[in-house]
């Protein structure tokens, strides 16, 4: 059987398999970056509000803010953990190898990045690709609540541990959390493995191209991408 994710993994090069243990953690919705009480109409008017941004550590060594890209009318949503080096230069979400694999999954579905939005849970870089700390997830989180009242999105997708904490509120593994559907605040969330994730350890291309496969699914269902570019 044909396996469009087993493909783009293997055109890597990667050869050796190594499962992580899972990783788990909390955090909360409050704090932030001070925004307006009433949401903007676009989000380039939400990029104009927190562009220089302050309220957290990560800000001061950020090269670029990485706000988010892609479709806001798509209703589709895909939330990853933060910036690496590349996307720090660049100011755009998922522009590394990650996000190299990221749209060969997109296209596995016959998705790309006309027809998905693409935010992170923090904005800036965390040094050395580290995981966000709590004060800064908290500090950052406010505005990709933000983000999602603007989009109003069908279905969102939390790509990865940090991604998936900051929306669920849980103290579960990710590899317990994938594999089934979630809701927050009535909007259907699916949890599957961030990118790159898949490249340092390929046995996780199955369970994502699982995931992938329902996600596709349910996009059917909801009549989604919507207003695709």
């Known amino acids: 059987m044909r396996d469009p994710l087993w493909n783009a993994v293997k055109s890597f090069g990667i050869t050796e398999v190594a499962l992580p243990a899972p990783v788990s953690g909390t955090v909360t919705e ?28 990560l800000s001061q060594g950020r090269n670029k803010l990485v706000f988010g890209a892609g479709n806001p009318d798509s209703g589709i949503l895909l939330v990853g953990e933060g910036p690496g080096a590349t996307e720090d230069m660049q100011g755009l979400p998922f522009v590394g190898r990650a996000g190299e694999l990221l749209d060969r999954i997109l296209e596995a ?11 992170n849970v923090v904005k800036c870089r965390p040094p050395g690709n580290r995981v966000p700390a709590p004060d800064e997830v908290d500090a950052c989180f406010p505005v990709l609540l933000r983000q999602i009242e603007i989009m109003k999105p069908g279905v969102i997708v939390a790509l990865g541990a940090s991604a998936a904490l900051a929306l669920l509120g849980t103290k579960k593994g990710i590899g317990s959390l994938r594999g089934e559907m979630y809701e927050f605040r009535g909007t259907r969330v699916m949890v599957t493995y961030h990118p790159a994730a898949l490249l340092r350890s390929p046995a996780l291309k199955r369970p994502v191209w699982e995931d992938m496969k329902k996600l596709s699914a349910l996009l059917k269902e909801k009549g989604l991408p919507r207003n695709a570019r």
Do not use: N
Request: charged residues 25%; negative net charge.
């Open 109 to 119: 579905i016959e998705l790309d990045r006309r027809s998905v939005y693409i935010a």
């Open 30 to 57: 409050e704090g932030g970056p001070a925004v307006s009480t009433t949401p903007p109409m676009t989000m380039e008017e939400l990029l104009s509000e927190v562009a220089g941004c302050t309220r957290c550590r």
